[in-house]
């Protein structure tokens, strides 16, 4: 079985500050990992994805994650905040291959606040 | 390409009643899930579909029906809403052979 857990239901942070926003997954088989972002009354959108090529994954607005397999972790990050970053992000795993047929496990979700 | 609707966008039901959510995706994809978002549990599976004419339980199925109606739609029913039904609803695709999903914006459901 797959879980995922993020630390930190809430996190703020002001404008131009480090973004970082944890996530430990545990999988007894080689992980596919996910971040999404969901705007408020939107769905969710792909942020990035490590799919066992390289360990530092960029993705779309800046972000970026880093699998690190000894810590179980795929932590979330973004050097300098933007008003616009403000949402709830989700990080999410999958099995590489096997019967689960893609399906996600989600964690509890993160909710990033950005203070001017 | 539209990617994944959902209709309708939002629903008020009372319990006891009945109704489908009705999800369609325009990429050939050949996965489709159902998912319910509540705050601070994230994303649950009810359904997922691995391919026309196949259906599987999620973590979550107990109170829904599931129906793969060709590649492109994928319903979801609620017999007889409950309360414990209320909910955000999201229908995700996936091309077989890639690992992302992609997903619609959601039905916000109130049963009362």
């Known amino acids: 079985a797959q879980s995922v857990t993020q630390l930190g239901s809430h996190v703020s942070v002001s404008e131009g500050a480090l973004v970082l926003l944890r996530c430990n997954y545990s999988s007894s088989v080689p992980p596919y990992l996910f971040w999404y972002v969901q705007y408020p009354n939107q769905g969710l959108q792909l942020l990035l994805k490590y799919t066992s090529a390289a360990t530092l994954v960029k993705g779309i607005n800046g972000f970026e994650a880093e699998f690190k397999k000894s810590e179980t972790s795929f932590h979330l990050t973004k050097p300098s905040a933007h008003m616009s970053d403000a949402a709830e992000y989700f990080c999410?795993?999958?099995?590489?291959?096997?019967?689960?047929?893609?399906?996600?496990?989600f964690g509890q979700g993160t909710i990033l606040t950005v203070h001017p | 390409n539209a990617g994944v609707t959902q209709t309708p966008k939002f629903q008020v039901l009372k319990t006891g009643q009945s109704m489908t959510l009705q999800c369609a995706q325009d990429m050939n994809h050949n996965s489709m899930y159902w998912y319910r978002q509540d705050p601070g549990m994230g994303l649950r599976l009810i359904y997922y579909s691995a391919s026309e004419g196949t259906t599987d339980k999620g973590e979550v199925p107990n109170g829904y029906n599931v129906s793969r109606l060709n590649k492109r739609e994928f319903s979801l029913r609620l017999e007889s809403a409950a309360p414990s039904q209320t909910s955000v609803y999201f229908c995700?695709?996936?091309?077989?052979?890639?690992?992302?999903?992609?997903f619609g914006p959601g039905t916000r459901l109130t049963v009362t």
């Open positions: 995700a695709s996936r091309r077989t052979g890639e690992n992302e999903q992609y």
């Open positions: 999410a795993v999958s099995d590489a291959g096997g019967t689960s047929y893609g399906k996600l496990t």
